[in-house]
């Protein structure tokens, strides 16, 4: 069983929304950090948001105010809510979950998922 699977990728045009949520195999309680990154062929993989266990969420400088990402420890989901969506967000969505604080601060991450597919047409 994979630690990690998202799902709820797709294609949308400028200004819609899509939900992206991320199942773990363990109870998320277990990870001292969550987060979500994204990457386009070529480019370095950025981070867009990241959920600590003590409920401080971080957000990049390009998807605040739009995304927002939340954590279900009974579901054992990772959820991040994407708004306003725009071309330049087109890019495959990626979680990671971490268990220890020194490894977030390190950005160590100990699982990655496969990664979804966001497409956002002008």
């Known amino acids: 069983q994979e630690p990690l699977v998202e799902s709820g990728g797709g294609s949308v045009h400028a200004g819609g929304s899509l939900r992206l949520s991320c199942a773990s195999s363990?109870?998320?309680?277990?990870?001292?950090?969550m987060d979500w990154s994204r990457q386009i062929p070529g480019k370095e993989r950025d981070e867009v948001a990241r959920?600590?266990?003590?409920?401080?969420?971080h957000y990049a400088d390009f998807v605040k105010g739009r995304f927002a990402i939340s954590r279900d420890d009974v579901k054992k989901t990772l959820t991040l809510q994407m708004d306003n969506l725009q071309p330049e967000d087109t890019a495959v969505y990626y979680c990671?979950?971490?268990?220890?604080?020194?490894?977030?601060?390190?950005?160590?991450?100990?699982?990655w998922g496969q990664g979804a597919q966001v497409t956002v047409a002008s």
């Open positions: 990671a979950a971490t268990r220890s604080r020194a490894r977030c601060l390190s950005r160590d991450v100990n699982y």
């Open positions: 959920l600590y266990a003590g409920g401080n969420a």
């Open positions: 363990e109870y998320t309680n277990n990870f001292f950090c």
